[in-house]
C-alpha cells in the first residue's frame, strides 16, 4: 500500500536519458521523508533482502534476527534441518518472539512467555485455558518468502516476487571456480552512517573516487583495468590487483564488487566473501551491515588483517559520504551528471530507481 503523503516528483526527474545526457537523481530525492516512505514500499517491501549464510545457522536451533522495511523478522534452522523464515511477531500481542542471534529449542516470546516450535507452529500457551474459540493451529507465526542461492539466504514481503536465481542470473559463472557455498561466516560488523541510503549505494558504485579517497587501495588495484558490467539487476566492477606483494596476492585472483538492486553488495575475494546490508534508518541515517565468510576461517591472521584493512577503507567511506549528504542538503545544488566512463554503476543504479519509482508513483509520463 502506498502512502497518502507522496514525495514531490515531476515528470521529468523519472525520464530516462543515455548516460551521456543523463542528469542524477534531485537532491530532495536524499532527504525527503515521503521519498523514504515511498522507498519502503517501491524497493524494500518489493526485492529480495540478503538475511545471511546457511553457514550462520550451521545447527538445528540456531536462529538470528533481521529488520526489513521496519517488519522484525527471524531466521532459524529447525529439528528437520530446515531453514525457516517468520515474522519475528508474536500473535498474541505483537511481542518478539527471538532476540538478535542465539541457539534455541523454542522461540519463546520476551513479553508473555507463549511458546513457537522451530517450525513456526504455536505450542505453548499459559493461562489460556478459560479462552473460547481459541485454536493454536490458527496462532502460528507468519512465514516469509525465502530463497537460498549458492548457499545465501534471501528472503522478500513480496510472495510473488521472481525467483533470486533470476536477479542474479551469471554470478556464479562468472566468479566460478570460487563457490561461496563453501564459505564460513566468521564475523559482523554494523555501522551507523548519517548519509542516506543511496549516497552509501551511489559511492559503492563507482571507483572514480579511488584515488582521492582511498589512496592505498589505489595502490592495490590496478585502476586502469578497473570496469563495471551492468546486468538487468545487479553490477559488477571488477579489478586485477597491482604486481606485488599484497594480501589478496597469493590466489593471484581478481577482486569482484557485486552491487543487487537495491541494496546488497557482495565483495568477493580470493577465499573471502564479505556481504553488505544498506538499510535505510531515517532520510538522513542508514545502517551498514558487514559480514565476513571465508573458505578457510582458520586462517586468523588473514582474516584479522582483511577485516582491519575493509574496517579502514569503509571509515574513509563514511567520512565521504557523511560530507555528501551534507553537499546535497545544501542549498548548492540539485543535480550532476555522470563520467561515462567511470559511473556507469551509479548511473544503472539511478536508472532501476527511476524505472521502479515510476512504476509506484501515480505521474504520467510522456
Ligand atoms: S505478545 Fe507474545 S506472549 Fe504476549
Ligand atoms: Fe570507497
Redesign the pocket.
Known amino acids: 500500500m502506498i502512502s497518502n503523503n507522496l514525495p514531490d516528483v515531476k515528470p521529468e526527474d523519472l525520464k530516462q536519458k543515455p548516460i551521456e545526457r543523463a542528469e542524477t537523481i534531485p537532491s530532495s530525492w536524499y532527504h525527503s521523508q515521503a521519498m523514504f516512505e515511498l522507498e519502503k514500499e517501491a524497493l524494500f517491501s518489493s526485492f529480495w533482502q540478503l538475511a545471511g549464510h546457511e553457514s550462520e545457522l550451521a545447527e538445528a536451533g540456531d536462529m538470528h534476527t533481521l529488520e526489513v522495511a521496519e517488519n522484525p523478522l527471524l531466521l532459524v534452522r529447525d529439528q528437520q534441518d530446515q531453514i525457516n523464515a517468520f515474522y519475528n511477531v508474536?500473535k498474541?500481542?505483537?511481542?518478539p518472539?527471538a532476540v538478535k542471534k542465539g541457539t534455541t529449542s523454542v522461540l519463546q516470546?520476551q513479553?508473555?512467555?507463549?511458546t513457537y516450535l522451530l517450525d513456526g507452529s504455536l505450542r505453548g500457551v499459559p493461562q489460556f485455558r478459560k479462552v473460547d474459540l481459541f485454536d493454536k493451529k490458527d496462532f502460528g507465526l507468519e512465514p516469509v518468502t525465502k530463497q537460498n542461492w549458492e548457499g545465501l539466504l534471501f528472503v522478500s514481503l513480496d510472495d510473488d516476487i521472481q525467483p533470486i536465481s533470476q536477479f542474479l542470473d551469471g554470478i556464479a559463472d562468472q566468479i566460478a571456480p570460487i563457490d561461496i557455498s563453501e564459505f564460513q561466516f566468521v564475523e559482523e560488523q554494523s555501522y551507523i552512517i548519517n548519509c542516506n541510503w543511496k549516497v552509501y549505494v551511489d559511492n559503492f558504485l563507482e571507483g572514480y573516487h579511488i584515488p582521492i579517497v582511498h589512496p592505498e587501495l589505489a595502490n592495490l588495484l590496478d585502476y586502469r583495468e578497473y570496469k563495471t558490467d551492468t546486468s538487468d539487476w545487479y553490477s559488477l566492477q571488477h579489478s586485477p590487483f597491482q604486481d606485488g606483494d599484497n594480501l589478496y596476492k597469493s590466489d593471484n585472483g581478481k577482486a569482484y564488487y557485486y552491487y543487487i538492486f537495491p541494496n546488497m553488495m557482495l565483495n568477493i575475494l580470493p577465499g573471502r566473501l564479505q556481504t553488505n546490508i544498506i538499510r535505510p534508518i531515517s532520510p538522513g541515517t542508514t545502517e551498514v551491515i558487514f559480514k565476513y565468510y571465508y573458505k578457510n576461517p582458520d586462517d586468523t591472521e588473514m582474516i584479522r588483517d582483511d577485516i582491519e584493512y575493509s574496517d579502514e577503507i569503509q571509515q574513509e567511506d563514511i567520512e565521504i559520504c557523511e560530507l555528501v549528504q551534507k553537499g546535497l542538503k545544501s542549498k548548492a545544488y540539485d543535480k550532476g551528471r555522470f563520467s561515462v566512463e567511470r559511473e556507469q554503476g551509479v548511473y544503472h543504479f539511478q536508472t532501476l530507481l527511476k524505472q521502479e519509482l515510476a512504476k509506484t508513483l501515480p505521474i504520467k509520463q510522456d
Open positions: 508474536c498474541h500481542r505483537g511481542g518472539v516470546c513479553y508473555h512467555g507463549w
